[in-house]
């Protein structure tokens, strides 16, 4: 058998253990016995007809070489679809619809004295960078716990995660503590108890049964609730009505300091989690499988705990509780952009941040007077589709 | 002769349960190795602690003259691959995304697979005959065709060590064959050192350079399969009945188990009150 032949070529016209040994060797410098083996599609070929073997590889070539474009395009094309949201959060509200006079703003025509001026950059802006902020963040935390407890159920508002992280802010909030760093660090030790007291109750181990899983996040999640009125009775003064209104899900308190605040902590998380998609994928081959291709799981898994805890709670001290959009969006981006984390993770950042825009787009809009908590309508949309996943999980 | 792998004292526990107990062998480059043994008998925890999976309590495992503990995880993953004997079912990754994967040892973190990754990855399909697969879900092939798909994951890793668990036991006899003579052909022309644990004596017999015989956390006998499958090692190590003659197409040793007459665990044979009449 030639070993002049280029690789593809051979791999076309000749037996498959050629182009096996031909390229390989090269590659590895350490080749096996030079001996002519039998040609693996002689002894072979009677069972499996041998495939057509295509000139040049069309089978992985459409596949995942495509990756980094395919990161770009997904990237790009959500971005837009992101930019354009928040084009339309900026513009839409209770002073009717100012598309063009909020796209003249950012081009440097508009007036910056007007009051539209003053509304889109004093309330409008910090609510929709809070919104994107918050959107990214919960489908990010959905999407980490789907992957490393193989569960597709798995989602920080039903794992009791953002319950957790709302009985430490608030506790924060009585005490009179400022928002950050105060609230948040009550609100991450509130969700890392919630987190571990749920794999506990599962089972310990990481890798979960999916009814038990969600069960003990349902039963941890009730018990929240619970906390979280028995405090709420203790509070008296004004602002109870603020605190209730933030629980179900608000954007409209959002002040643009602390929305800067949010971003300083979520931005490099989001970072760290685009570097952790590859082992993401790996596990879901299994545990012991991606162990032996490399990943450390138990620190990986550890690592995408207390990250993700970590941005859900400091979203969740701004935003309230927000329920079912870790569960929405990644769904919605697998079905549409398959399971690779690495397409998955750019993409559960800018369509979900768009995602959840939408969201207070309606929440705003829906009714005639005043607006409804953005959490409504997340749980509107989501619950459902809870429901049909663990239908079809059932199956 | 070098050794791929050896092994000095090694001893496991679970809890308090003894499961390997003072094993030590050598696997010698490019050799086709077998380890057999009744269930319970340690083989997967012993391929477990050869792939660095679980840590022996005692004793020393060395794979290519260095140290496991000196390995890191992906150093090893770089030499050593693994494929195990379950797999969750459901992977939702294509088969071209799977085998690709085997590739992550070699990248950095995010890093994107190059030309010369997917074309690893295209000739370790071709190898183990799923090219024609390359785009569909994992979950819609048959179990033989995921196993070869499995296979071709841990040579794109290019190991020069494969670790393989029981990779025969869910198929039927034309892809049991089918698998065994890839990894056969995979140490011939690759150089790749194959251990393989496996129930199927017969089958060890006809591919194993050399066979482990394990019972009880222990090493019963190691050698060619002339040597280990011999009717009194046999007899004594399953407790059941058979016969061992020579087999027809190779020459090696041949195993016929006798109905009826299994002693495992004590008298099996049903009590008399069962019986029929």
Redesign the interface.
């Known amino acids: 058998m030639g070993r002049s032949g280029e690789?593809g070529e051979v791999?076309g016209k000749q037996g498959?253990?050629g182009?096996?040994?031909n390229?390989?060797e090269s590659?590895?410098h350490?080749?096996?016995?030079p001996?002519a083996?039998?040609p693996?599609s002689a002894?072979?070929s009677p069972?499996?007809p041998?495939?057509?073997?295509p000139p040049l590889?069309p089978?992985?070539?459409?596949?995942?070489?495509s990756?980094?474009r395919r990161?770009l395009v997904v990237s790009l094309s959500l971005g837009l679809v992101l930019l354009i949201s928040l084009w339309l959060g900026l513009s839409i509200g209770s002073t009717g619809q100012n598309l063009r006079e909020v796209f003249a703003l950012f081009t440097g025509h508009g007036d910056p004295a007007s009051t539209m001026a003053s509304i889109v950059w004093r309330i409008r802006l910090p609510r929709v960078l809070l919104a994107a902020l918050a959107g990214a963040t919960l489908s990010l935390g959905g999407l980490v716990f789907q992957a490393i407890l193989?569960n597709p159920l798995a989602e920080p508002y039903i794992l009791g995660i953002s319950g957790g992280s709302a009985i430490g802010a608030i506790i924060g909030i009585l005490l009179g503590l400022s928002r950050f760093p105060g609230e948040a660090l009550f609100a991450f030790g509130g969700s890392m108890v919630t987190i571990v007291l749920v794999l506990v109750i599962a089972s310990v181990k990481l890798s979960l049964k999916q009814d038990s899983l969600i069960l003990a996040g349902v039963m941890v999640n009730a018990f929240c609730s619970s906390v979280i009125m028995f405090l709420l009775t203790l509070t008296q003064d004004a602002r109870l009505h603020n605190i209730l209104f933030w629980l179900m899900g608000d954007l409209s308190m959002s002040d643009a300091n602390q929305v800067m605040v949010l971003a300083a902590i979520l931005l490099p998380c989001f970072v760290l989690l685009?570097?952790?998609?590859?082992?993401m994928?790996?596990i879901?081959?299994?545990e012991?499988?991606a162990?032996?291709?490399?990943?450390?799981v138990p620190l990986v898994s550890l690592v995408l705990v207390v990250v993700s805890s970590l941005m859900i709670s400091a979203t969740v001290c701004q935003s309230g509780l927000l329920g079912f959009v870790g569960l929405v969006t990644p769904h919605l981006l697998?079905l549409l952009l398959?399971?690779?984390h690495?397409v998955l993770v750019p993409a559960c950042i800018l369509g979900g941040g768009a995602y959840l825009v939408w969201c207070d787009l309606l929440a705003r809009c829906l009714p005639a007077q005043g607006e409804l908590p953005v959490g409504v309508i997340t749980a509107i949309i989501g619950a459902p589709l809870f429901i049909f996943l663990l239908q079809r999980a059932k199956r | 002769m070098t050794s791929a792998m050896m092994l000095q004292h090694l001893s496991l526990l679970y809890g308090n349960r003894p499961v390997l107990n003072d094993v030590s062998f050598s696997v010698i480059e490019?050799e086709f190795f077998v380890i057999i043994g009744p269930n319970g008998s340690g083989k997967t925890t012993l391929v477990k602690a050869m792939?660095?999976?679980v840590r022996p309590q005692r004793g020393d495992v060395q794979i290519l003259g260095r140290p496991l503990r000196g390995y890191?995880?992906?150093?090893?993953?770089?030499c050593?691959?693994?494929v195990?004997q379950?797999?969750?079912v459901d992977?939702?990754?294509?088969v071209?995304?799977?085998v690709?994967?085997?590739r992550?040892?070699h990248?950095p973190?995010?890093?994107?697979?190059q030309r010369?990754d997917?074309?690893?990855?295209?000739?370790?399909?071709?190898?183990t005959?799923v090219?024609?697969l390359?785009?569909r879900k994992l979950d819609h092939l048959s179990a033989g065709e995921r196993q070869r798909v499995?296979i071709a994951?841990?040579i794109c890793?290019?190991p020069?060590i494969l670790l393989l668990d029981e990779p025969t036991s869910a198929l039927d006899l034309?892809h049991q064959?089918?698998i065994m003579?890839?990894l056969d052909?995979l140490?011939?022309?690759?150089?790749?050192t194959v251990v393989v644990v496996s129930h199927d004596l017969n089958l060890a017999a006809l591919y194993a350079d050399r066979l482990l015989l394990m019972k009880e956390g222990g090493v019963v006998a190691l050698g060619e399969p002339g040597e280990v499958l011999t009717f009194e090692i046999l007899e004594d190590t399953y407790g059941c009945a058979l016969l061992v003659d020579k087999n027809p197409v190779k020459g090696v040793p041949r195993i016929t188990v006798v109905p009826g007459d299994a002693i495992v665990g004590g008298d099996m044979r049903l009590p008399q009150t069962f019986k029929v009449k």
């Open positions: 690789a791999m498959i253990d182009e096996i040994r390229g390989k590659e590895r350490q080749g096996g016995p001996g083996a039998m693996l002894s072979l069972r499996v041998a495939s057509p073997c590889s089978s992985v070539a459409h596949h995942p070489k990756v980094p990161i193989r685009l570097l952790f998609a590859r082992p994928n790996l879901l081959l299994g012991e499988m162990a032996s291709m490399g990943v450390n697998r398959g399971p690779d690495r | 490019g792939s660095g999976a890191s995880g992906k150093a090893l993953a770089q050593v691959a693994m195990p379950v797999a969750p992977i939702p990754f294509t071209a995304e799977v690709l994967m085997g992550s040892p990248l973190w995010m890093g994107l697979e010369i997917l074309e690893i990855a295209e000739r370790a399909m071709h190898f005959h090219a024609h390359a785009g499995l994951r841990a890793q290019q020069r034309a064959v089918q003579d890839l052909q140490r011939n022309d690759e150089g790749i």
